[in-house]
């Protein structure tokens, strides 16, 4: 059975001291193991140490919303996937739609980005998804499943597997709108068909695919029921310890 990923996406948001009292909140309220689920706080570089600190010996892991793909160089501004292992973070958002958008990050650098996550024993959480416009002149599939092609392209059968996808609709984004869980999972089983045609059956089994878009408490049991969606990554919502608990109660539940 595949194990259910609950990502929160800080994004540009919080102090150092609203992180450190996130986190004492969140570890007084978190299971003290929790069977087959992933947590995961994706927060600006400046607090990762911190809160990768504060997490040790707890079922939670500590992610970045990017990193470069290089471990060193002159590339002002950027952060590298070896200080990213050495302060024991775990995981990295790959092309948000935010990065593609305003970084231009394209397909190729977020292929780049998630073979070096896996150079460096980072887990990447790569991120899809269609704009209105696609959605509404129905090219969702073959857009998202063309990202996906160009994400992966190159890796291993066992990297693959390793991967988690996040299928984030970017009309849905920080809009308050959720896809409907239907809608969500015809396009999650559609990403699952991509990677099998790819790589093969076991990988496409193996891959974890959220669901990101407005997902909140009230919503995420309905998304976590659908046969293909194995998650969330959420905005908004994880921002808060208690709503952040609650995610990760509902994918415990699940
Ligand atoms: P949202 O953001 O939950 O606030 O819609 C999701 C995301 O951008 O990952």
Same mark, same amino acid.
């Given at each position: $059975?595949?194990?259910? =990923?609950? *990502?929160? %996406?800080?994004?540009?948001?919080?102090?150092? #001291?609203?992180?450190?009292?996130? $986190?004492?909140?969140?570890?007084? @309220?978190?299971?003290?193991?929790? %069977?087959?689920?992933?947590?995961?706080?994706?927060?600006?570089?400046?607090?990762?140490?911190?809160?990768?600190? $504060? !997490?040790?010996?707890?079922?939670?892991?500590?992610?970045? @919303?990017? $990193?470069?793909?290089?471990?060193?160089?002159?590339?002002?501004?950027?952060?590298?996937?070896?200080?990213?292992? &050495? +302060?024991?973070?775990?995981? *990295? +958002?790959?092309?948000?739609?935010?990065?593609?958008?305003?970084?231009?990050?394209?397909? &190729? !650098?977020?292929?780049?980005?998630?073979?070096?996550?896996?150079?460096?024993?980072?887990?990447?959480?790569?991120?899809?998804?269609?704009?209105?416009?696609?959605?509404?002149?129905?090219?969702? #599939?073959?857009?998202?499943?063309?990202?996906?092609?160009?994400?992966?392209?190159?890796?291993?059968?066992?990297?693959?597997?390793?991967?988690? /996808?996040?299928?984030?609709? =970017?009309?849905?984004?920080?809009?308050?709108?959720?896809?409907?869980?239907?809608?969500? %999972?015809?396009?999650?089983?559609?990403?699952?068909?991509?990677? *099998?045609?790819?790589?093969?059956?076991?990988?496409?089994?193996?891959?974890? /695919? @959220?669901?990101?878009?407005?997902?909140?408490?009230?919503?995420? !049991?309905?998304?976590?029921?659908?046969? %293909?969606?194995?998650?969330?990554?959420?905005?908004?919502?994880?921002?808060? !310890?208690?709503?952040?608990?609650?995610?990760?109660?509902?994918?415990?539940? *699940?």
């Amino acid at each position: $059975m595949r194990k259910k =990923i609950i *990502a929160g %996406n800080w994004k540009m948001n919080k102090s150092r #001291k609203e992180a450190k009292q996130f $986190m004492q909140e969140v570890l007084q @309220q978190l299971p003290t193991e929790l %069977n087959n689920v992933e947590a995961i706080v994706c927060a600006p570089f400046v607090h990762l140490s911190l809160l990768a600190e $504060m !997490a040790q010996s707890f079922p939670l892991h500590i992610g970045a @919303q990017t $990193m470069h793909f290089e471990a060193s160089g002159a590339y002002t501004g950027e952060v590298s996937p070896t200080m990213l292992i &050495e +302060i024991d973070v775990t995981h *990295a +958002i790959i092309g948000h739609s935010e990065r593609r958008e305003y970084y231009h990050e394209t397909d &190729e !650098a977020v292929n780049q980005k998630v073979k070096a996550a896996f150079a460096h024993q980072i887990k990447p959480i790569v991120c899809v998804g269609e704009t209105l416009d696609q959605r509404e002149s129905g090219s969702t #599939k073959s857009h998202v499943a063309n990202q996906v092609k160009q994400a992966l392209a190159g890796l291993t059968e066992k990297q693959i597997r390793k991967t988690t /996808i996040a299928y984030e609709p =970017i009309w849905a984004i920080g809009t308050g709108k959720t896809a409907s869980s239907r809608d969500a %999972n015809d396009v999650c089983t559609h990403i699952r068909k991509t990677v *099998a045609s790819i790589s093969d059956e076991a990988a496409a089994q193996g891959v974890v /695919i @959220q669901y990101g878009g407005s997902v909140n408490p009230d919503n995420i !049991a309905e998304l976590l029921s659908e046969e %293909n969606i194995d998650g969330a990554l959420v905005g908004g919502a994880s921002l808060a !310890a208690e709503s952040f608990v609650k995610l990760v109660e509902a994918a415990t539940d *699940a």
